[in-house]
């Protein structure tokens, strides 16, 4: 009976650490996923005032590429914060 115990005792444990484990690391995950939308979006930012400030000096074509690749960064971050979200969810 004590043998009993002890191991339900130990299970008990165990099974709250798991747990705890999960709560932690879907957290992580979803930080990992918000810091991946936040740079995405200053990156996107960013793209946009270069074409402005190309826009002002006449600069058309250029102001699009600059545009283009504010766009292609975001998405670029956006993708590795997803990956790096799916990497925490995996490891724990």
Same mark, same amino acid.
């Given at each position: ?5 002890? =191991? ?8 709250? &650490?798991?747990?705890?484990? =999960? ?14 939308? #936040?740079?995405?979006? =200053?990156?996107?930012?960013? &793209? ?9 000096? &006449? ?15 975001? #998405?670029?971050?956006?993708?590795? &914060? ?5 990497k925490e969810k995996v490891t724990d």
């Amino acid at each position: 009976m004590r043998t009993f115990m002890t =191991v339900a005792a130990f299970a008990l444990c165990f099974s709250a &650490g798991m747990v705890y484990s =999960v709560d932690a690391s879907e957290t992580k995950a979803k930080m990992e996923k918000a810091k991946g939308d #936040i740079k995405g979006n =200053v990156e996107e930012m960013k &793209g946009e005032t270069k074409a402005m400030k190309e826009e002002l000096k &006449g600069n058309d074509t250029k102001a699009e590429f600059e545009r283009a690749k504010g766009k292609m960064k975001g #998405i670029k971050e956006r993708a590795k &914060g997803k990956a790096k979200e799916l990497k925490e969810k995996v490891t724990d």
